[in-house]
């Protein structure tokens, strides 16, 4: 069971609503490409984070079919939001980035996305709460 119930949780509704290109997984980083939803891979341009489809009758580990309604909040310095992240340990204030995977941390000179808000340890992927940096 995942440990938050929505990815946006600082109470701002700053949503932009697209189609899917690919199966996408709430807490995740995306871009729009040609009008529709395609997973993030680097922390270049304009980025989402993906909600999860609950207007679908889908939660929070529901991955959003190709071709869906998707609903992402624009990522903006000072947002919180909690992002999925792969098992590990993460620290309050450690640094996250986008990588070919989604959300990691960061671990050479690579951009500082989001910061850490709580420090936890994943036994498995999970959502973890993060501030924009």
Known sequence: MARFRRVNIDGKSVTETAVS?????????VKMASGKFAAATDTTGRIYVVNPAYHEGLGIE???????????DYAEEGR???I????????????????????KLVTSDEPV????????????????RVRVA
């Open 21 to 29: 290109a690919a199966a996408l997984k709430p807490g995740t980083p």
């Open 62 to 72: 529901d991955a959003i079919p190709v071709g869906h309604s998707v609903v992402a």
């Open 80 to 82: 919180e939001f909690a």
């Open 84 to 103: 999925l992240l792969p098992e590990g340990a993460y620290t309050k204030d450690a640094a996250i980035t986008i990588g070919e995977g989604g959300f």
């Open 113 to 128: 996305f989001a910061f850490c808000q709580e420090t936890v340890t994943l036994e498995a992927a999970d959502f973890v």
